[in-house]
């Protein structure tokens, strides 16, 4: 997916002016952060299980190496195929040459935000293939030729109308209404199914790679999941090396996370387990099965400082939770993640230079790191990258200098509190009769959105506790 | 959240307390420092107000210039350490001496940050839970009132029903709440001017949630949040009056508000 990261400013101002669609985000914003809080209390002790995922994520991570060859090697006990591969190119040509192997021309798609990464689609619509995406929302954002907006609703920001004319448009069925959801949803399903059940190739994700057995499991609402991996006689599962864990149970204690975290719902309506190829006596499954595990700057990640952002189980709460995220929506971020974890995972995955705005896309309120289901410290991360922003002189020279000759004026009293103490005067006298000022010099980054309150006179807090106590009298 | 409790001096015995008062209270509103003085030594503490203090460091250290912030950090546990108990009327202050001081330094430092942290309070919960407060002597408030959370005393410090509680005992304040008072103004320091297009936009929601909830004021614990939302209502003309919880807790809020003239 092309980057688009640092016109983050650009792109937000655009979408703050979007009413609409500013509307539904601040819906979302309110309704999915309501069910999270209520699944996670309707569960019982969530802060427990998320302490105890946590440190099966970082005993995972500390012994990577021997989970991976577990998995690989209990995987092709199996009968599936794993293939490593460092970077993008290497899986989309890893997928295309399954295809090409197969002559296949159909194929479809499970969500899979890998393969947003990495730009699959694109590689195999060239190639000639005919990719259909499957997941209602991925489907709606192919159909209209756009990118998914949220990492679990990659259609959250299309409104019904929306979506009702782009079906309309889009397909050729002849007059219909279309009214209702359930109509829109019926006809997507009835263009899917065909795709189904002509595909060559079926393509998805992962959510955990369970080492013990090989197997890999996904969570979907709508079973579409199933019907790719089981329908056509390929199946490719594009998934990245740190989904994988020890046990079967803690991918259940990952489901139980993920789904409360990312809907509210106490389970999905499907949760998969794929294991193989169909064997002797089974009546259906794929003739063969494909593990591609991507690395892309993944292992980077596991030896640098943030190591802990691979614990990320791509729920989207912080998005949810997010007042950044929701007040300009994913797409302003300009790449696959957005919200924290995207801010986070986009310069890390990309570049520091090509996304540097996007740490700065943050209040450190904190909230993120409250719901975060894999305890990552989201707000700490960022403030992390803003730091190696400084060191890669990224940011613009003159916020730089200006905080560091505050920060010098901090430890110089002195010289600190006079020159304070005449500008807080003067400032105080100016803006006594309005109490707030339009605009003043150097202050252009507030004075664009607000009045700068007065100071309230008097002089500084400083200044005037001292002339009280010179002349000896009460404090307060 | 988890700081021991304190063992209960007998109430004889004053508490030696320190007043960090804040940059922003210095320089724009010294009535919440003077506040502040007064509410500790109503509830039996004798303050002192150290004079080498300056301001916390915060807007380098969340913008990146830690290096810079880092000596800053030192000045301020050495103008402090000398006292039993700091404390400072605003969350995001108190949340970067007690949570982020000690996350910069190793060996000797660390142990020093340590040891500021665990005496570092903020002024609403010190006022709640370590020295309190005697009944008022001021007449209550009559205008209604709503309470701004700010996300450091809300998330680092576990600030929430105390300033409420102060409110109704102290002026006898039902607080109006807002809808989303889990959710952050737009404030964020040096975000505010670096994205102001999209802080200005949560001013907005959270300043639409205040006239929502009908109160005439908003009071909360930090003047960062406050001098942003007033200056945006000013520029929206709407009419709410900002104070510091500190300043109707004092039961002097007779001066012009955050923002407002004497015209």
């Known amino acids: 997916m092309k980057l688009a990261s640092n016109e983050f400013l650009q792109a937000s101002s655009a979408a703050l002016l979007e009413e609409d669609k500013a509307q539904r985000r601040s819906l979302i914003g309110q309704f999915l952060p309501l069910a999270r809080d209520a699944a996670a209390s309707a569960y019982g002790d969530f802060d427990a299980l998320r302490a105890h995922m946590k440190r099966v994520r970082r005993h995972t991570m500390t012994h990577l190496s021997h989970y991976l060859e577990q998995f690989e090697e209990a995987a092709v006990q199996h009968g599936n195929q794993v293939h490593f591969v460092a970077n993008a190119e290497q899986l989309n040509s890893k997928v295309l040459s399954i295809c090409q192997a197969h002559n296949a021309r159909r194929v479809a798609k499970g969500k899979s935000m890998v393969t947003e990464e990495t730009g699959l689609n694109e590689l195999l619509l060239k190639a000639g293939l005919d990719v259909l995406e499957t997941d209602l929302g991925e489907y709606i954002i192919q159909q209209a030729g756009e990118t998914p907006s949220h990492i679990v609703g990659p259609a959250l920001h299309k409104s019904l109308a929306e979506i009702r004319q782009l079906f309309l448009d889009k397909h050729k069925l002849g007059d219909r209404e279309l009214e209702t959801v359930s109509e829109v949803v019926e006809e997507a399903r009835g263009v899917l199914r065909e795709q189904f059940l002509a595909a060559d190739v079926g393509i998805i994700g992962a959510n955990a790679l369970i080492a013990e057995h090989g197997t890999s499991m996904l969570v979907t609402n709508e079973g579409n999941g199933d019907l790719c991996a089981n329908l056509p006689p390929v199946l490719i599962v594009c998934t990245t090396f740190e989904r994988v864990l020890p046990r079967a149970e803690d991918a259940m204690a990952l489901q139980r996370l993920l789904v409360r975290s990312a809907t509210g719902q106490p389970q999905t309506c499907y949760t998969s387990f794929y294991t193989g190829p169909r064997r002797e006596d089974d009546v259906d499954g794929p003739l063969e099965t494909h593990i591609i595990l991507l690395d892309n700057r993944r292992s980077d990640i596991l030896a640098s400082d943030y190591s802990e952002m691979l614990d990320c189980i791509r729920c989207g709460a912080c998005l949810n939770h997010c007042p950044i995220y929701i007040g300009v929506g994913g797409h302003a971020y300009g790449w696959v993640y957005p919200g924290p974890m995207g801010s986070v995972l986009t310069p890390l995955l990309t570049s520091l230079e090509q996304a540097h705005h996007l740490p700065n896309a943050c209040t450190s309120c904190g909230r993120c790191a409250e719901v975060c289901p894999a305890n990552i410290p989201l707000p700490d991360l960022l403030r992390d990258l803003r730091q190696d922003e400084s060191v890669q002189q990224l940011k613009p020279a003159r916020w730089r200098n200006g905080l560091r000759l505050h920060a010098w004026l901090l430890r110089h009293p002195g010289l600190y509190r006079s020159l304070t103490g005449w500008t807080i005067s003067v400032l105080g006298l100016l803006g006594k009769r309005r109490g707030a000022f339009r605009r003043l010099p150097f202050a252009g980054g507030w004075t664009g959105q607000r009045d700068v309150p007065a100071p309230e006179g008097g002089g500084t807090f400083m200044r005037q506790y001292a002339a009280r106590r010179r002349r000896g009298g009460k404090r307060g | ?263």
């Open chain 2, 1 to 263: 959240m988890d700081k021991p409790h304190p063992k209960r001096k007998r109430s004889r015995q004053r508490r030696d307390v320190a007043l960090m008062v804040t940059c922003l209270a210095d320089l724009m509103r010294p009535s919440v420092g003077f506040s502040a003085i007064r509410l500790l030594e109503r509830a039996g503490c004798r303050v002192t107000v150290p004079e080498q203090q300056t301001c916390c460091g915060q807007p380098a250290y969340n913008s990146g210039e830690v290096d810079a912030a880092v000596p800053v950090a030192r000045a301020v546990i050495e103008a402090f350490e000398p006292f039993d108990y700091v404390v400072v009327p605003s969350g995001s202050c108190a949340g970067m001496l007690s949570h982020h001081y000690p996350a910069l330094f190793e060996g000797e430092w660390h142990q020093r940050a340590l040891a500021l942290s665990a005496k570092t309070w903020e002024l609403t919960r010190f006022l709640t839970e370590v020295a309190r407060l005697p009944a008022p002597r001021h007449k209550p408030l009559e205008s209604a009132v709503t309470y701004h959370d700010s996300c450091a005393a809300l998330r680092e410090l576990g600030v929430h029903q105390q300033p409420r509680q102060l409110l109704q005992e102290q002026c006898g304040v039902q607080v109006s709440e807002l809808s989303q008072n889990q959710v952050c103004c737009g404030f964020g320091g040096t975000f505010c001017a670096r994205m102001p297009e999209i802080s200005a936009k949560m001013a907005d929601d959270k300043l639409d949630n205040a006239v929502a909830s009908g109160a005439t004021i908003v009071a909360a614990g930090d003047l960062g949040c406050l001098l942003h939302l007033s200056g945006r209502a000013r520029r929206r003309g709407l009419k709410l009056e900002f104070r510091h919880v500190a300043e109707l807790l004092a039961g002097d809020p007779r001066g012009p508000g955050i923002g407002e003239g004497r015209e």
